[in-house]
């Protein structure tokens, strides 16, 4: 039962263009969420991160979106550059829950072409 | 600030033997968790280490157990390996109370033959 979902495995944009990935989620008790980049032979990264009480959250270029009614967030990079190709991964969590213990989605490869 | 360490990097075993796998948390932080990543997939929560106990764990095997030292680096040990048992090992270092966010190390990739 995968309680965290994204739903395209890969996603290619043209530099200078947005790229929006996509994440869905079916527990009603995460309140956290957050998205990791990842390369190649690199562990996760920390991209942004959203807390239940937000709707929306910036940092330069990423903006995270989060509709609680649908379960849905979205991570919106613009403008997308070639050092953005990495795999996202989306993650949630509980925290009123004893540990922080991260849910990750599939992950969702994107390309930005030059 | 030292980050998040493991050791080794790549790892080959046969099927029925034991590894140990190894961790140092990054500077100032107090507790590690460790997850599975297999291909394809997104990393799985294997269990969470705060003040050397284990504070939360997945849906993993008792044969998958795991040790947090004074200095809060960290071991998981996996006995009586198995095929499925090839992945990626993540250990993600933070600071319990105060931040969620994970701070993960490189890994080690795992190959069980």
């Known amino acids: 039962d995968q309680q965290v979902k994204q739903n395209s495995p890969s996603l290619s944009v043209q530099e200078g263009r947005i790229s929006i990935l996509n994440c869905d989620y079916t527990?009603?008790?995460?309140?956290?969420f957050l998205w990791y980049k990842k390369y190649p032979a690199e562990g996760p990264t920390f991209l942004i991160s959203?807390?239940?009480?937000?709707d929306k959250n910036e940092d330069g270029r990423f903006t995270v979106f989060l509709n609680k009614s649908a379960k849905h967030l979205s991570l919106h990079i613009v403008p997308s550059q070639p050092g953005d190709s990495a795999v996202y991964f989306c993650a949630a969590s509980n925290s009123g829950g004893s540990n922080y213990k991260l849910t990750f989605g599939k992950g969702t490869l994107l390309t930005v072409n030059p | 600030e030292t980050g998040v360490t493991q050791s080794p990097t790549h790892l080959i075993k046969t099927r029925g033997q034991q590894v140990t796998l190894r961790c140092s948390s990054q500077?100032?932080?107090?507790?590690v968790s460790w997850y599975q990543q297999a291909l394809g997939q997104g990393p799985q929560f294997i269990f969470q280490y705060y003040r050397e106990e284990e504070n939360g764990r997945g849906n993993f095997p008792p044969r998958f157990s795991g040790l947090q030292f004074p200095n809060y680096s960290s071991e998981l040990n996996v006995n009586a390996l198995e095929l499925d048992d090839s992945a990626l090992y993540l250990c993600?270092?933070?600071?319990?109370?105060?931040?969620?966010?994970?701070?993960f190390g490189s890994g080690t990739q795992l190959s069980v033959l």
């Open positions: 993600a270092s933070s600071l319990q109370g105060i931040d969620e966010k994970l701070f």
């Open positions: 500077s100032g932080h107090n507790t």
């Open positions: 527990n009603s008790m995460f309140d956290y």
């Open positions: 959203i807390s239940s009480i937000k």
